[in-house]
């Protein structure tokens, strides 16, 4: 029976398989004209369904075909100029290829046994990274993404601030609290559910009307905390609220974590590719005062998911997690096992890609393709404000821009009911995507630039099919079936973005 794994003897079938799929994958690629298919949920689960997956195997050129038309026909193309929708990037070319050498030797880094290089390899790349926020002596790890990169720094500020306090866990963990602004991430709510705190653990700090914390209601906060029994556990500062794209600063809020002796904690998975910008670093300012960052390289670096990192600012914080298992950390040697920081065991070398991208392309080079998208965030702004058929709702410091569409004879209340429905029609369509979100109770739509290949020419085009699909559905008659009325609006929306 011929080998179905990958092995010396099967080397040349592999280089043949992997060359048929890419080949598949590059056409799909230069193929897409709009970012997604438009194909309804109920037609994509027909698809699905139609697929056994008990049986007999229809054999892997088979099985790679019916993926083209499964999934990649109705793939969301993130590369494509009309999508604008969420944090997706398109993934810059050397980290691509590094997956395929992932993906191939299927390295764990949990162990140096498992991985020898690969461990020290990731090493240096969190070094790199550490010292780009200003930690002369950093640790960290790579994680699968933001929210477990913000779950394990709050795990260990909460082992610290349990240490710290000196009593029995069950007495301390009720009394502790994070602090943070509405506009912070779920994933720090979420982490204080996983981590055991109380149900109102999360205490909401006033910001400064645009989303950024205020370090004088932060140092309110913190004494009312206190005066009311309470530990402050961690400060959350976000360098890049997913909402509004701006940032806290961070240089006022450590000096007030400083003063009260309060962990803090900013999340730079949207921001972090200020670390590598020659021109905005600056936005920064201040976060080498953090004890811990979260990054997210597959948002502002480029890289494909999942590439992020914990980095801590002193490498003993991360102890807090180690757990001795014979047979992955023996005693008897001093090899660098990463479990010993990681929540995770088996673990994939996710560093390698953003290792082959900075050998490749340069960090000044990853800067200047995030400085662009920023640049074109802020040009979108200024096209939206110039607009009277649109609402600019706030600026941006990184690359998203919020706005509401505002078609004559429409009032306030008509403009948000349209929200929604505009998103549903584009997504429809799949001629475009765009995001919807809520901002001071008042619903609008965003756009996520991450694409330094989109022009704001493309972004007009896709704010003219927003255009186009507001008026349609304002003139459409309220008690309208809203499929009939789906299917009225995607045949008014202007023509196709060319990719």
Same mark, same amino acid.
């Given at each position: 029976?011929?080998?179905?794994?990958?092995?010396?003897?099967?080397?040349?079938?592999y280089r043949l398989l992997v060359a048929e799929t890419t080949a598949l994958v590059a056409h799909r690629l230069a193929g897409a004209t709009q970012p997604f298919s438009g194909a309804s949920r109920s037609e994509l689960q027909r698809l699905v369904d139609d697929s056994a997956l008990d049986g007999p195997g229809v054999g892997t050129s088979a099985a790679i075909a019916e993926i083209d038309d499964v999934f990649l026909e109705h793939a969301v193309w993130f590369h494509h100029p009309a999508y604008a929708a969420h944090l997706n990037c398109p993934v810059a070319l050397p980290a691509v290829a590094a997956e395929a050498v992932l993906a191939a030797v299927n390295t764990s880094v949990d162990t140096y046994d498992q991985s020898t290089v690969g461990t020290l390899m990731e090493r240096k790349v969190v070094s790199w990274t550490a010292e780009r926020i200003g930690f002369a002596h950093g640790d960290g790890v790579f994680t699968s993404g =933001?929210?477990?990169?913000?779950?394990?720094?709050?795990?260990?500020?909460?082992? &610290?601030?349990?240490? %710290? #306090?000196?009593a029995p866990r069950a007495e301390t963990l009720p009394r502790l609290v994070v602090l943070a602004t509405a506009s912070s991430h779920f994933s720090v709510g979420k982490s204080a559910l996983l981590l055991g705190l109380s149900d109102d653990a999360v205490v909401i700090v006033a910001d400064d009307g645009e989303g950024r914390m205020d370090p004088d209601a932060l140092d309110v906060a913190l004494q009312r905390a206190a005066a009311s029994g309470l530990l402050p556990m961690a400060v959350v500062a976000t360098g890049g609220t997913t909402d509004r794209g701006v940032i806290d600063p961070v240089a006022s809020l450590a000096a007030v974590c400083d003063e009260r002796g309060v962990w803090l904690h900013v999340d730079a998975a949207? =921001?972090?590719?200020?670390l590598v910008s020659r021109r905005r670093r600056?936005?920064? &300012?201040?976060?080498? %005062? #953090?004890?811990s960052v979260t990054v997210d390289f597959h948002k502002s670096f480029f890289q494909p998911v999942s590439s992020s990192a914990l980095i801590v600012r002193e490498p003993r914080d991360l102890a807090a997690g180690a757990w001795h298992a014979d047979y992955l950390n023996?005693?008897?040697?001093?090899?660098?096992?990463?479990?010993?920081?990681?929540?995770?065991?088996?673990?994939?070398?996710?560093?390698l890609k953003l290792w082959v991208t900075l050998r490749a392309l340069g960090p000044d080079r990853i800067g200047e393709m995030f400085d662009t998208v920023v640049d074109l965030a802020a040009d979108v702004a200024d096209a939206v404000d110039a607009d009277p058929d649109l609402e600019l709702v706030g600026r941006s410091q990184l690359s998203t821009v919020l706005f509401r569409v505002r078609p004559d004879g429409t009032d306030d209340a008509d403009q948000d009911a349209l929200v929604a429905g505009v998103r549903r029609v584009l997504f429809e369509s799949g001629r475009?995507?765009?995001?919807?979100?809520?901002?001071d109770g008042r619903p609008c739509l965003k756009l996520t630039l991450l694409n330094p290949e989109t022009t704001l020419d493309d972004v007009r085009a896709v704010l003219s099919m927003v255009k186009d699909a507001a008026t349609a559905l304002a003139g459409i008659a309220p008690d309208l079936d809203s499929e009939l009325a789906s299917e009225l609006v995607a045949g008014l929306v202007g023509a196709e973005v060319s990719a």
């Open positions: 029976m011929m080998s179905e794994m990958l092995t010396r003897s099967t080397a040349d079938r =933001g929210t477990q990169s913000n779950m394990h720094a709050l795990f260990l500020a909460r082992e &610290a601030a349990v240490a %710290r #306090a000196g949207y =921001g972090c590719g200020l600056h936005l920064l &300012a201040g976060i080498e %005062r #953090a004890r023996p005693l008897e040697n001093a090899e660098p096992n990463q479990v010993d920081k990681s929540l995770q065991t088996t673990r994939r070398f996710d560093a475009a995507l765009v995001a919807k979100t809520v901002i």
